[in-house]
């Protein structure tokens, strides 16, 4: 197997730990790679702690692959500190500029040369930002959205004197984190996404003030209409489609006119007077009250999961992300594998995750099916330590499973988390016989799998022999675990006295 | 059980067969509602069964409750053929008040009073809409999403002759079509949805034309970023979290400033030249004409489907919708079930679905955790039938899975149609004995499931007696499926050779 480390940095600083920042830290540390932070804040420990374990709740359900390694969080008394040794710093303090400069400024005093600093700036130009540095090549904005330890977009914007290396360097770290960069290529404020929210943003604080709608309204009307679509095609496809056969030219034909029409109020800006705000915040609360800002934190979190879930099923959009991030986890998985960390000579873990809420039914417990998809993913990982990857799956073979037993003795909830324990009980030729036991993190058993699994010739669709490489590893755990005992249950049929 | 037909029209009309009179024509349609459309576009027939296909496709996979009985659909030739009998005529013609005015007299000269007259503009005032008319209380707008027969967002808008029955009556039509319906208080040109769209657009066109981005650029800002928020939750309850803990009044403090910034382009309306619109039709070529508009729409359909089933698992926005429209399917089926349509002397039908494309995994097939799934889905349908409905689980228990046995026969892919027959193999109890056969549509068979389930009662967790009447109902299936025989493969265990 082929042993990659393609971890791009080792260590970076942060320097501003609010939601932003605090955001970034977590989706470094989860990929492995060790962060210092600087941020004045006496708060900013408790709260980088609270974003931290939102971050740990999403990553448990994001994916069934295993999780890289947690890189060290330090947090620092002075910026100075925090830069030692990083190879990229990330500035992430209020929106002003002569604060961010200043920020650059003292940075630029110890931090080596070849050290690439970033902004989270939503709107600033990098321009504008680098104007007053000694080593200005090394500055680009990488601006990205809340919750960044999940949305995978993030805006790369280099100012007049940013050097590609720069932002090739920037982009190949974003794409290690799971992220997806979007060079920018002409500098303007604001960028390109900021300058969409902010001309909505515009038109609905206008409609709260006129009284046309209140925050409630307009958040139903995006949420329950081109919300829904925009999280998987944006502006101009959904329009393409929407021309009808015709596409795009008819769209434009139809829908050009209303250009003219009085359909926003956007010649002219509102002012936030007390009295909008007083308003605002009121109608939010109303809407939004009976929840804590950490509780909306986490059902915005568990929804943006699911919802790329979803979309890496159909294999389209922030999915594809997704499934980028999990496939560099299963190649690390993988390359670890050939040193040998596995202890084959007990059951082998092959699952550890959270149980999450959309796995639970009317009953209030997990569904049976998910039952059968942890074994699923239990099955899967022993095929990877066989050697069973995706290589030897486009070229030789796969294995189906034939036949299912699957004892239910107890329930378990959402959140609660499980492991799964595998073993063969009998390996010949094209069969493969496994059980999986399912545990609650408490070490109690809830459930066990046992498996019938044929090999197979994906291009013939039928049985076929296994390569000697596969079956000598799968030989070699089959005989370590034909030394332990069978689990109860093993060869049971539906129905059977309990002994 | 409780017998209801809540239906709340028979008929409806459609005036313009385009994108959105034709999405309107599949959601009534599916829905049990006849419909009679006029179109004078020779094309038209041809153009709504294409819409229809797509929806059919789309209903397929948004729920395993039983679906409504289809609608009858009839093309007219003229608008007075058309509305005869309908209680709902829907206006979907071109944007331009002249056109539909003249519909609307057209209308009056046969329609009886109390029959409602909605328009699907994107943006007309319907006070200027009804200004001519001799019954203006029964027309408002009511503005959907395409597509129609997926988005759950429509915006009743009344004029200020509309009458709150008017309104009232269709808000409750919507409901029973699966609608969110959203009452917009204030009458204004492209009521709230529009406005938020049209300055988005309007920045979007300048972003293109200066060059800043191409349309690809913006589509991925959005949906790998903000429109995954979107979907889930809106502009002002995504803005309260990213205030962090402080909430609302924060971020409104933190970013009001950003609005004197020159921001947006927004004091300004960018013309749509040729050549402006050359470049977006071959920029929106160059990204997305790898697929025809019909292949998009699949896609988008599918996502949309799959985002809405993600958020109804986490019991949040869009999902909240698809969950009460799932009900009312329920509680039509269950008021079915007392007129004994179902034959209980054979394997009952408890299934019938498409295998949607997130249900495959690496070996290009079905996920055997989705047999397990069918068969849920399966024994979910028998506890029904028998009699185990939410206010009987709410009250007295429900069955819970304890043992499972499946035989994987053949592989099926997405997009192929299943379906299960299931029969009681023994009923003694609190335990119930069933097994499922999983067909493909061609009639061969893919998958047996056979399953030992305790009545249990859901306030002590553990087993209970099931009511008399549950038991009574449960044991005449069983009596009469004792006569069938029993499916090869019962009583297996793991590895047991075939006989």
């Known amino acids: 197997m082929n042993k990659t480390n393609n971890k791009p940095i080792a260590k970076a600083a942060i320097v501003g730990g609010g939601v932003i920042g605090a955001g970034w830290i977590a989706r470094l540390l989860f990929n492995a790679i060790d962060v210092a932070v600087y941020d004045p804040d006496p708060e900013a420990e408790r709260k980088i702690k609270a974003v931290l374990d939102n971050a740990e709740r999403a990553y448990t359900q994001l994916t069934s692959a295993p999780r890289r390694a947690m890189g060290n969080l330090s947090l620092k008394n002075s910026l100075n500190d925090a830069i030692q040794g990083a190879q990229l710093i990330v500035e992430s303090v209020p929106e ?20 690439i600093i970033t902004s989270s700036t939503s709107g600033i130009m990098p321009s504008d ?11 680009l904005v990488a601006h990205p959205f809340n919750p960044v330890y999940l949305l995978p977009m993030v805006e790369l914007v280099g100012g007049k004197h940013t050097s590609d290396a720069a932002i090739e360097q920037t982009e190949a770290i974003c794409q290690y984190l799971g992220m997806k960069p979007l060079r920018v290529k ?32 307009i958040d139903d009307a995006i949420r329950f209409g081109f919300g829904l679509r925009w999280a998987q095609m944006g502006l101009f496809e959904t ?22 029409w009085p359909w926003t109020h956007l010649m002219d800006v509102p002012e936030l007077t007390d009295e909008l705000v007083e308003r605002i915040s009121s109608q939010s609360d109303e809407q ?13 979190d568990i929804n943006l999961v699911s919802i790329m879930q979803a979309l890496q099923q159909n294999e389209w959009g922030a999915g594809l992300s997704l499934a980028d991030y999990e496939q560099q986890l299963y190649t690390d998985a993988s390359a670890g594998i050939s040193e040998a960390e596995i202890d084959t000579s007990q059951a082998i873990e092959t699952v550890r995750r959270r149980v999450p809420g959309e796995w639970t039914d009317y009953n209030g417990h997990m569904n049976e099916s998910r039952y059968l998809q942890c ?15 995706s290589e030897y799956i486009a070229n030789t073979g796969s294995y189906f499973t034939v036949e299912t037993h699957i004892q239910n003795i107890d329930e378990v909830t959402a959140g609660e988390n499980i492991y799964v324990h595998s073993q063969i009980l009998a390996l010949s030729g094209k069969k493969l016989h496994l059980m999986h036991c399912l545990y609650h993190e408490d070490g109690h058993l809830l459930s066990t799998g046992e498996h019938m699994l044929i090999h197979v010739s994906l291009k013939t669709r039928s049985a076929s022999e296994p390569s000697a490489q596969v079956l000598a590893t799968a030989q070699a755990i089959a005989d370590q675990h034909a030394k332990l005992s069978k689990p109860k249950g093993a060869g049971r049929f539906v129905g059977q006295a309990r002994s």
């Not at 002409?186 to 046309?212: N, Y």
């Not at 329009?239 to 003219?260: D, N, V």
């Not at 939004?288 to 915005?300: C, Q």
Request: hydrophobic fraction near 45%; charged fraction near 25%.
């Open 96 to 115: 002003q500029l002569d604060i961010k400069q200043a920020v650059y400024a003292e940075i630029e005093q110890s931090a080596p040369d070849d050290a």
């Open 129 to 139: 930002l680098q104007a007053k540095m000694r080593a200005p090549q090394r500055l």
């Open 186 to 217: 002409k500098e303007i404020d604001a960028f390109i996404a900021d300058r969409l929210l902010e001309s909505v943003w515009r038109e609905a604080l206008w409609l709260v003030k006129d009284g046309v709608a209140t925050t409630q309204d």
């Open 239 to 260: 329009y393409r489609i929407a021309g009808g056969e015709a596409g795009m030219s008819h769209f434009l034909a139809q829908f050009g006119p209303t250009l003219s």
């Open 288 to 300: 939004s009250g009976a929840y804590s800002i950490r509780e909306l934190e986490g059902i915005r």
């Open 375 to 389: 074994y699923s993913d239990a099955s899967d990982a022993m095929m990877r330590l066989i050697g069973v990857s």
